[in-house]
């Protein structure tokens, strides 16, 4: 029964989201036709389980909504999905729709170095065990985006950066995990901006509870600088992401070069994270400002403009 909205789904889509290996289809105790179809040809397109299931709940509530199904609409619309209604309850403090060029950075001297290129979004990624280090360099890094417009996140170490009254937080899956309820309540009482991390479909849904200001998508590309939950999600998922969660400020993550900045924007992405372009250009402010001009945005404030 199921057999031929399964193929035909798979069929519709197929070549735009080829290259995924099969995945097993999930056991579940659902009856819908619609939903076990959906389940099935999105496993054999190469989503992992936990976003088969979403997908396949997506298409249901598709086909329920508008009264037939559908296999070439591939589900896009947040109440289909259960995102919750806009404006939200309880949100963090925003930031701007366009984040534009986001440079992520291994210590606060390349952080000031960057914000007084003009990069109008920054991350302080400090890796370290040493406390007393950590709020020296988050200290340092907010010291050093004074006078630019710079917004400044502080990847994981949250508590130093509202100490600190950093702009905003950035945190991953892992990070999330660990949080409780009144450490998620602080961190919103606290006015900063949160982004986060998410590698598909379950995590956004996972992140859109906790309302962030921003929410990151990837890895887009293969990258090296970490090791990623999921396979390379590629432009076409990324476009697909980008029409579910059009309502928040949008960044690419993963393996980005300058070559793909012009794609990751037609995608409806608006901002781009990127590490190695920058860190191991020979010029950084040369290569700041061409990935500037290829992101098309404006830059930073710097104290000279």
């Known amino acids: 029964m199921t057999l031929p909205m399964q193929q035909a789904i798979a069929q519709a889509h197929r070549q735009r989201l080829a290259g995924f290996e099969p995945q097993p289809v999930p056991p579940t105790q659902e009856t819908d036709p619609v939903f ?50 806009r404006p939200h309850n309880a949100p963090f403090a925003p930031c701007p729709k366009n984040l534009g060029l986001y440079a992520v950075l291994p210590d606060a001297q390349w952080v000031g170095r960057m914000a007084h290129a003009g990069v109008p979004t920054l991350q302080l990624r400090f890796k370290s065990s040493d406390t007393q280090a950590i709020a020296r360099e988050v200290r340092a890094a907010i010291q050093g985006v004074k006078g630019t417009d710079a917004r400044l996140f502080i990847n994981d170490h949250w508590r130093v950066a509202i100490d600190e009254g950093a702009y905003g937080v950035h945190l991953g899956q892992e990070d999330l995990g660990e949080l409780r309820a009144d450490d998620i309540a602080l961190l919103r009482s606290s006015g900063a901006r949160l982004g986060l991390s998410t590698h598909g479909y379950a995590e956004m849904l996972r992140a859109d509870r906790l309302s962030p200001s921003y929410i990151a998508m990837g890895a887009v590309f293969p990258t090296t600088l970490k090791t990623m939950p999921t396979a390379p999600q590629g432009l076409e998922r990324l476009a697909d992401y980008a029409r579910l969660m059009h309502a928040y400020p ?42 500037l001009h290829l992101m098309g945005g404006t830059q930073a404030r710097t104290p000279s403009a």
């Open 36 to 85: 076990l179809s959906a389940l099935a040809a999105c496993s054999q397109l190469g989503y992992i389980t936990a976003d088969a299931l979403c997908l396949a709940r997506a298409w249901a509530a598709q086909t329920l909504r508008l009264g037939a199904f559908d296999p070439a609409h591939w589900p896009d619309a947040p109440a289909d999905f259960g995102l919750q209604p």
């Open 250 to 291: 949008l960044v690419a993550i993963g393996g980005i070069t300058p070559e793909h900045l012009a794609a990751i924007r037609a995608a409806g992405v608006g901002s781009a994270a990127m590490v190695r372009a920058i860190v191991q250009a020979p010029e950084p402010q040369a290569a700041v400002r061409r990935l």
